[in-house]
């Protein structure tokens, strides 16, 4: 029931099974919370196994000793990413995390292994689709569309244009709390 990499939470990590065989056609990679080569007793350990995406278990984690360099495990310990909120500088359009100082190393830690805030700033796509979509629906649009759509309030107005930033499935969408905090942060500014 893992549908995004918990180590990141920006990409997919689905199960595609062929229709014929029942085979896997794409699975995600199965990350050693503690590595293999030196905990070999826990290479087939179950709770040892994290599904991740190739980015995060390849790339960034490899394999690093979080025995020695302790690390938050994304199925166990509680989620970071209801924690952290995301940000943005208006100026050049850097997005961040505005609440690293009431982190613990810990999550700091993991957020660093993870670059967590570097990778998610590569994504000012979505910064700009929710500024530009704020932008082009402006309040006197949305008063135009309350003049001609009388049942419906200013927030339904504003849950119409924006719906797919109301309804994000924390489970299921990649970058779910950037886009929430980002969302939040545009709106409540005007």
Do not use: W
């Not at 293999?36 to 991740?52: E, G, H, M, Q, R």
């Amino acid at each position: 029931k893992i549908h995004i990499c918990p180590y990141c939470k920006r990409n997919y990590i689905n199960v595609v099974t062929s229709n014929t065989d029942r085979s896997f056609l794409i699975k995600p990679d199965l990350d050693h919370f503690y590595d293999k080569a030196t905990y070999t007793f826990l290479s087939a350990t179950i709770d040892n196994l994290v599904p991740s995406c190739n980015v995060c278990n390849s790339k960034l984690k490899g394999t690093k000793n979080f025995k020695k360099t302790k690390h938050l495990h994304p199925l166990i310990d509680l989620d970071i990413f209801k924690k952290i909120r995301f940000n943005y500088i208006g100026s050049n359009n850097t997005i961040y995390i505005e609440n690293k100082s009431e982190l613990t190393h810990l999550e700091i830690q993991t957020i660093e292994t993870f670059r967590i805030e570097e990778i998610y700033n590569t994504h000012k796509e979505i910064l700009f689709n929710i500024k530009n979509k704020y932008k082009h629906y402006n309040k006197a649009k949305r008063k135009n569309l309350k003049a001609l759509l009388p049942n419906l309030n200013s927030y339904k107005i504003l849950e119409i244009i924006f719906y797919e930033y109301f309804h994000l499935d924390e489970t299921k969408e990649p970058m779910y709390k950037m886009k929430k905090d980002l969302f939040s942060q545009i709106v409540s500014k005007k």
